[in-house]
């Protein structure tokens, strides 16, 4: 016979079970109804004008950067998207806007091919006025294979200084949607309506305004052709 003890551990168990799962569910709740939100606010923010960004140009073996020519040939500008053309062997395109950004909502539609060994990239950075060369990279999308690729984000202060980097998720879309907010010292980034990382740090006030970035690359020897579609790149600053 059980006792009316074990009875009321039980149903005490059982109330902070639903309690915690009713908590959850408020939360992913507000998660998804804030990304509603961004995404709203990006799809009326600013139209950026792609045609008038910069291809790079640039054969630099620099420690922590990829270590093989960057073409400009690589970077083709048409009807306000920029495809970027990963050849075979080693090699890559880079663009970025002429513009610099602090603070507000970045977002992006990107369409890419899962070529193994091809990393593709949507960041901010300033790389041409000396030290620091603040960088946060949105999203590094590294093709595991042709079926699945491993994305992730990451902040830096300089080129040798690294504050922060997310943990690597599974990717098998090919077709992804990107929002970035940045707020003070807040950031959060979504991919497909769902969050991928955030992070808060009080050093994210003194970065400089940055670049918008997108580049495509072979980090090392690939047999594979890869494609990155960047369009409807748009900025909202609240």
Same mark, same amino acid.
């Given at each position: +016979?059980?006792?009316?003890?074990n009875d009321n551990g039980k149903k005490k168990l059982l109330l902070a079970s639903i ?22 606010? *990006? ?17 630099a073996p620099l420690q922590g950067c990829p270590r093989q020519i960057c073409s400009a ?11 970027? +053309? ?10 970025? *806007? ?49 079926? +699945? ?12 200084? +690294? ?11 090919? *077709? ?21 990382? *955030? ?16 580049n495509a690359y072979t980090p090392k020897e690939s047999n594979k052709k890869g494609t ?11």
């Open positions: +016979m059980k006792t009316p003890t309690l915690l799962l009713t908590i959850s569910v408020l939360i992913i709740a507000s998660q998804q109804s804030q990304y509603k939100s961004l995404r709203s606010k *990006s799809c009326k923010g600013k139209i950026l004008t792609i045609k008038h960004w910069t291809p790079s140009q640039w054969c040939l690589n970077a083709n500008i048409k009807n306000n998207e920029v495809v970027i +053309m990963v050849p075979r062997g080693v090699g890559g395109g880079e663009i970025y *806007s002429l513009e610099k950004y602090k603070e507000g909502t970045f977002y992006a539609e990107l369409e890419f091919s899962l070529s193994p060994g091809v990393r593709y990239a949507f960041f901010l950075g300033v790389f041409d006025e000396g030290e620091p060369q603040n960088e946060i990279d949105i999203v590094e999308i590294d093709v595991v294979n042709e079926s +699945m690729a491993l994305v992730s984000g990451a902040v830096h202060w300089s080129a040798n200084k +690294m504050l922060w980097a997310s943990p690597r998720k599974a990717l098998s879309e090919t *077709s992804i949607n990107v929002t970035l907010t940045w707020k003070g010292s807040n950031l959060s980034v979504y991919v497909n309506g769902e969050l991928l990382w *955030s992070w808060s740090n009080k050093e994210l006030k003194s970065f400089r305004a940055l670049h918008i970035y997108f990155l579609i960047v369009k409807h790149v748009r900025y909202f600053k609240d």
